[in-house]
Every structure is written in C-alpha cells, then in structure tokens.
C-alpha cells in the first residue's frame, strides 16, 4: 500500500482529499499545519506528498526544499489557490513535479498521482471497489447487497451506506461528523440519536446471531468496522 503526506491547513480540503485517496487504496497521513508537514517530511518516508503553499507555521516551498534534500525522487504535488507564474516557477525550481490550482476536481488529483507513482517505480495495486469484505461479511457495491457467512442480510438504503462506509475505512474510527457528513449530508446534531439508533439496527443485523463482533465503539469518538475488538 503506497503512502501519501498530504499537508493541508484546510482541514475540509484535507479530510475529503484523504477520504478520497483511502477508498481508492491508499494509506495517507495528513498535518494540518507548516510545523507538523515539515517535521513528517523530514522523519518519514512517503512514495507522493500532496503540498499547499500558504500554511501556518512553515510555508510549502519551505517544506518541499526539506523533501528534496531528503529524498530527490518522490514526487510532490502542489495543490494550493495561488495560481500566479511566479509562484509556479518558484515551486518548480525548488523541485515540484506538478502543481495543481484551487478549486480542482479530485479525479484529476488521482489521475495524477497514479501517474506519478508509477513513473516512481511504486506499483499501484489494483482495488477491488465492488466488493468489500471483513472477515465473513460480505459488501457488493454494485448489486447493493451483504451477507454474512453466505447468508443474505436485507438493509436499507441508509443501513447500506452507513456499513459501507465503515468498511471503506475497516479499522478505522469514523466520527459521528464525517458520518453525518456522508451518510445524511447534514452537519451532525448532538441533540439527536439518529446514528446511534441506526448503529443499533445493524448491530442486530450483522452481528446478533454470529459470535465474533465486528461493529464497534470507541467511546466518544466514534464507530468502526473490525474483525478485531
């Protein structure tokens, strides 16, 4: 699995753009300001950092000269609102592979870093988007249908989108917000219980009759989907 920084302070930005690269099969780690994106670039090894310029702390030019000097191969991707020449040439001379303008169509970012990566060296793997699995339970995407030990397991549509979504990100803690967010596309309201209510619901779908539990709480923080507790 390819590794991707991406270095953001725009946290709406960076969370689509990380939720985005995860489904498609990526493991991406994200620093929401200057200081924590240079002190990753300069400690860790990525194959591809996404990189905006203006940014708390350090700026991106000042970040992709740590990069460089660290490692001359991997590629970095500038993806920021200014979208003068001379910021362009500057990032350019300082190393950049390309450099992609605010507001931008997120294909377009993919269609890029998967060029990148394999101009790289790195393999891209091929993800099997239509069909998720965790343990025995069993998510086509296509036909909108699950089961469990090979057993059917009627959803509803909101039930459907909320388990693939936490499959999506298997292992992963989704908060009650980005649930909200995608699931009901409304910002979450703490004065309602509708995705515990909708938690429970597939509780006794996916997990009532079958002794390992594969739908979890972390307490205050969210759900997540594991064949481990």
Known sequence: MQRILIVEDEVKVANAVKMGLEENGFEVEVAYDGRMGKSLAASHDYDL???????????????CEVIRRRN??????MLTALGGMDDKMQAFE???DDYLVKPFDFRELLARIRV?????????APVNRHKLVVADLEIDRERKEVSRNG?????TAKEFQL????????GKVISKVT???KVWNIDFDTGTNVIEVYMNFLRKKI????????????????YYLSEED
């Open 49 to 63: 950092v996404i990189l905006d310029l203006n940014l708390p702390h350090h700026n991106g030019y000042e970040i």
């Open 179 to 181: 649930i909200a967010e």
């Open 207 to 222: 997990d009532k009759d079958h002794e390992q539990k594969l739908l979890h709480t972390k307490t205050g923080m969210g």
């Open 94 to 96: 300082l190393g950049a």
């Open 151 to 155: 057993k059917k397991i009627a959803l």
């Open 116 to 124: 990148f990566l394999k101009r790289a060296g790195a393999e891209v």
């Open 163 to 170: 388990l693939e979504l936490l499959a999506l990100h298997k």
């Open 72 to 77: 001359n191969k991997v590629p970095v991707i």
